[in-house]
């Protein structure tokens, strides 16, 4: 190639001639040429840029992502056919149009027998104890031996009548213990896919940030009975 650079060593250029003479070689390449030349020349480089993009993004996500609230957590033992959008009709249902108010559904812990009438499977038992011990699930869908177990607890599991008034309780007391409420025959949940034939209990813990959204939750499941 011939730069008027070419009877000077690269090592003894100063970094200004350095450039020129990338610029010139680069002037005189193809569009081909001059793609392999930077791809093999600065791809540390790009690789560095591209990194610290995605590095920028991520933290932006996640800082976005932190100002979120979770309005509700619910866990749902067997019901893996479940499908995610009736949070988002249960949002609909409350009226709430906040962006940064979160409604999560978790179903991915199932028991081993026909019918979901078995016991957890370990990581199952893991899950649940993990977000019961973290505080982080309001209410459970489970089958009568969770539920028994949990009622056991004193001061655990709140009241359905204190959740949803005593009205509410008595107009559906065929379905309603003191500290939970039968929902495996729900339209609501069968209208999104829940598929469990055996007795499913529904219960909300005391440390739940928002009772309000798990008495809500309840009144929207019964909704197409009412």
Avoid at 24 to 29: G, P, T
Avoid at 72 to 77: K, N
Avoid at 116 to 127: N, P, R, T
């Amino acid at each position: 190639m011939d730069t008027k650079f070419q009877k000077k060593h690269e090592s003894d250029m100063t970094k200004k001639e350095k450039r020129e003479l990338e610029r010139e070689k680069l002037a005189s390449m193809g569009i081909k040429e001059k793609t392999e030349y930077i791809l093999t020349y600065y791809k540390l480089h790009i690789a560095a840029i591209f990194g610290g993009i995605l590095l920028v993004i991520g933290i932006a996500v996640w800082l976005d992502n932190f100002l979120d609230e979770t309005m509700l957590y619910a866990a749902i033992i067997n019901g893996r056919e479940l499908d995610p959008t009736i949070m988002e009709e249960f949002k609909a249902y409350r009226g709430d149009m906040e962006r940064r108010h979160d409604y999560v559904l978790d179903n991915s812990a199932v028991s081993s027998g026909q019918g979901g009438s078995g016991e957890l499977d370990y990581v199952s038992q893991m899950k649940i104890a993990t977000l019961v011990g973290a505080k982080t699930a309001d209410l459970f869908i489970c089958p009568e031996s969770i539920y028994q177990e949990y009622s056991k607890e004193e001061n655990f599991l709140s009241s359905m009548e204190g959740l949803v008034g005593q009205e509410f309780v008595s107009s559906h007391k065929e379905i309603f213990e003191t500290d939970a409420l039968r929902v495996e025959n729900s339209e609501v949940l069968e209208k999104y896919g829940y598929q469990g034939t055996e007795p499913a209990y529904l219960i909300v813990f005391q440390y739940s940030a928002h009772p309000e959204v798990a008495a809500d939750f309840i009144k929207f499941l019964l909704s197409y009975t009412d």
